[in-house]
Protein backbone atom coordinates (compact mmCIF):
# COMPACT_ATOMS: atom_id res chain seq x y z
CA UNK A 1 0.00 0.00 0.00
CA UNK A 2 2.62 2.31 1.05
CA UNK A 3 4.44 1.99 -2.38
CA UNK A 4 0.80 2.74 -4.27
CA UNK A 5 1.11 5.88 -2.35
CA UNK A 6 4.38 7.05 -3.27
CA UNK A 7 3.77 5.53 -6.86
CA UNK A 8 0.91 8.02 -6.73
CA UNK A 9 2.39 10.99 -5.01
CA UNK A 10 5.52 10.15 -8.16
CA UNK A 11 2.69 10.30 -10.89
CA UNK A 12 1.35 13.54 -9.04
CA UNK A 13 4.96 15.14 -9.10
CA UNK A 14 5.21 14.23 -12.19
CA UNK A 15 1.87 15.95 -13.91
CA UNK A 16 2.46 18.98 -12.11
CA UNK A 17 6.03 19.48 -13.43
CA UNK A 18 4.95 18.57 -16.96
CA UNK A 19 2.22 21.15 -16.72
CA UNK A 20 4.76 23.84 -15.21
CA UNK A 21 6.83 23.19 -18.39
CA UNK A 22 4.06 23.09 -20.91
CA UNK A 23 2.91 26.67 -19.23
CA UNK A 24 6.35 27.60 -19.33
CA UNK A 25 6.86 27.01 -22.99
CA UNK A 26 3.80 28.50 -24.21
CA UNK A 27 4.42 31.49 -22.04
CA UNK A 28 7.93 31.49 -23.87
CA UNK A 29 6.36 30.84 -27.34
CA UNK A 30 8.32 31.94 -30.37
CA UNK A 31 11.34 33.73 -28.33
CA UNK A 32 14.84 32.22 -28.53
CA UNK A 33 13.99 30.16 -31.64
CA UNK A 34 14.99 30.72 -35.07
CA UNK A 35 13.68 28.88 -38.67
CA UNK A 36 14.74 28.47 -41.97
CA UNK A 37 11.94 28.73 -44.62
CA UNK A 38 11.09 26.09 -46.23
CA UNK A 39 8.32 26.58 -48.41
CA UNK A 40 6.37 29.51 -49.51
CA UNK A 41 2.36 28.80 -50.76
CA UNK A 42 0.28 30.91 -52.49
CA UNK A 43 -2.17 31.52 -54.64
CA UNK A 44 -3.48 28.77 -57.15
CA UNK A 45 -1.35 26.20 -55.04
CA UNK A 46 1.49 27.88 -56.28
CA UNK A 47 4.60 26.73 -54.11
CA UNK A 48 7.94 28.52 -54.03
CA UNK A 49 11.10 26.91 -52.35
CA UNK A 50 14.19 28.13 -51.87
CA UNK A 51 17.44 27.02 -53.56
CA UNK A 52 19.11 28.47 -50.04
CA UNK A 53 16.39 28.01 -47.13
CA UNK A 54 19.48 29.31 -44.68
CA UNK A 55 19.36 32.50 -46.37
CA UNK A 56 15.47 32.87 -45.35
CA UNK A 57 15.74 32.91 -41.67
CA UNK A 58 13.16 34.31 -38.83
CA UNK A 59 14.86 34.61 -35.13
CA UNK A 60 12.90 35.52 -32.28
CA UNK A 61 14.38 37.28 -29.92
CA UNK A 62 14.02 38.78 -26.45
CA UNK A 63 11.30 41.63 -26.15
CA UNK A 64 9.53 40.77 -28.76
CA UNK A 65 12.36 41.19 -31.55
CA UNK A 66 12.52 39.98 -34.84
CA UNK A 67 15.84 39.26 -36.37
CA UNK A 68 15.09 38.44 -40.07
CA UNK A 69 17.41 37.23 -43.14
CA UNK A 70 15.87 37.63 -46.45
CA UNK A 71 18.29 36.19 -49.16
CA UNK A 72 20.66 39.16 -49.62
CA UNK A 73 19.13 41.45 -47.11
CA UNK A 74 19.02 41.94 -43.61
CA UNK A 75 15.65 42.71 -41.51
CA UNK A 76 14.00 43.65 -38.35
CA UNK A 77 10.94 44.02 -37.22
CA UNK A 78 8.99 43.57 -33.62
CA UNK A 79 6.73 40.77 -33.11
CA UNK A 80 4.32 40.03 -30.89
CA UNK A 81 1.98 36.48 -30.11
CA UNK A 82 -1.35 35.75 -28.01
CA UNK A 83 -1.60 31.84 -28.10
CA UNK A 84 -1.73 31.48 -32.32
CA UNK A 85 -2.74 34.48 -33.25
CA UNK A 86 1.15 36.50 -34.52
CA UNK A 87 1.69 40.10 -35.81
CA UNK A 88 4.58 41.60 -36.96
CA UNK A 89 5.54 45.56 -36.78
CA UNK A 90 7.49 47.87 -37.40
CA UNK A 91 9.50 45.91 -40.60
CA UNK A 92 12.62 47.40 -41.50
CA UNK A 93 14.73 46.10 -44.26
CA UNK A 94 17.47 46.93 -46.52
CA UNK A 95 16.93 46.54 -50.16
CA UNK A 96 19.57 45.29 -52.07
CA UNK A 97 18.97 43.31 -54.91
CA UNK A 98 19.19 40.09 -55.05
CA UNK A 99 20.15 37.77 -57.76
CA UNK A 100 17.34 35.68 -59.29
CA UNK A 101 15.39 33.66 -58.38
CA UNK A 102 15.29 35.53 -55.16
CA UNK A 103 12.31 35.15 -52.74
CA UNK A 104 12.45 38.37 -50.99
CA UNK A 105 9.58 40.16 -52.17
CA UNK A 106 6.91 37.44 -51.45
CA UNK A 107 8.98 36.40 -47.84
CA UNK A 108 8.82 40.24 -46.92
CA UNK A 109 5.31 40.56 -48.27
CA UNK A 110 4.02 37.59 -46.22
CA UNK A 111 5.73 38.21 -43.38
CA UNK A 112 4.41 41.90 -43.21
CA UNK A 113 0.59 40.06 -43.55
CA UNK A 114 1.31 37.57 -40.94
CA UNK A 115 -1.63 36.72 -38.45
CA UNK A 116 -1.13 33.28 -37.18
CA UNK A 117 1.31 30.59 -36.31
CA UNK A 118 1.34 27.02 -35.70
CA UNK A 119 3.77 24.90 -34.11
CA UNK A 120 4.18 21.30 -34.45
CA UNK A 121 7.52 19.56 -33.71
CA UNK A 122 10.11 21.09 -36.27
CA UNK A 123 7.74 22.85 -38.25
CA UNK A 124 6.51 25.86 -37.89
CA UNK A 125 3.49 27.49 -40.02
CA UNK A 126 3.03 31.36 -40.70
CA UNK A 127 -0.18 32.22 -42.24
CA UNK A 128 -1.00 35.31 -43.60
CA UNK A 129 -4.25 37.45 -44.08
CA UNK A 130 -5.14 35.70 -47.33
CA UNK A 131 -6.04 31.91 -46.76
CA UNK A 132 -3.98 30.90 -49.75
CA UNK A 133 -0.51 32.30 -48.14
CA UNK A 134 1.14 30.94 -46.27
CA UNK A 135 4.68 29.99 -45.02
CA UNK A 136 6.45 26.55 -44.20
CA UNK A 137 9.41 27.08 -41.52
CA UNK A 138 11.86 24.08 -39.89
CA UNK A 139 14.29 24.64 -36.86
CA UNK A 140 17.38 26.39 -37.75
CA UNK A 141 20.82 25.29 -35.93
CA UNK A 142 23.65 27.65 -37.15
CA UNK A 143 26.86 25.45 -38.08
CA UNK A 144 30.13 26.99 -38.93
CA UNK A 145 31.57 26.61 -41.62
CA UNK A 146 35.63 25.69 -40.30
CA UNK A 147 38.25 25.52 -43.03
CA UNK A 148 39.82 22.19 -43.38
CA UNK A 149 37.17 20.50 -41.04
CA UNK A 150 34.91 18.20 -42.92
Not at 27 to 39: D, P
Not at 54 to 75: G, K, T, V
Request: aromatic content about 10%; charged content about 20%; hydrophobic content about 35%.
Amino acid sequence: MTMTKSTNKIALLFTACLSLFSSATLAQGLENTSWQLVTIHGFNDSVFTPSNPESYLLRFRMENRLQIEADCNQAGATYDHQEESLSITELVTTRKLCIAPSLFNRYIMNLERAVSFTQSGDTLIVRTSSDSDWMEFEPYVFVPNIPGRN
